[in-house]
């Protein structure tokens, strides 16, 4: 989850992705930038992956709370035993997704 902690959150089809990647190359921290020490592991999945090296989190779907809720489920569901995700991004945009547990 460290990749989601002040990452860029941005859709595969946003015409600002490639033009972003191009400023991080030409500032040379396209691959790392020795303050960031917060980096999370690489993810890909159908939802979305992660470039950790450039704090940023490309999202296959639009990124409203269900879509998130989901994204967080299929990157934790293996890890924990998730029963219930809630996702808030201002006092009237909310959801909660409820899971059967694993066994």
């Not at 990157?75 to 945009?93: G, H, P």
Request: hydrophobic letters at 40%; glycine letters at 4%.
């Amino acid at each position: 989850m460290q990749n989601f902690d002040h990452a860029l959150l941005l859709q595969d089809v946003d015409p600002l992705l490639q033009p972003i990647l191009d400023v991080y190359e030409k500032q040379g921290i396209k691959h790392g930038a020795p303050d960031n020490v917060q980096k999370g592991t690489a993810f890909k999945c159908a939802l979305g992956y992660a470039v950790p090296d450039c704090r940023l989190v490309v999202t296959t779907k639009i990124s409203t709370c269900e879509n998130l809720a989901e994204l967080f489920y299929v990157l934790l569901k293996d890890k924990l035993s998730i029963k219930r995700v809630r996702f808030q991004s201002n006092a009237v945009n909310i959801i909660a997704a409820t899971y059967k547990p694993k066994a």
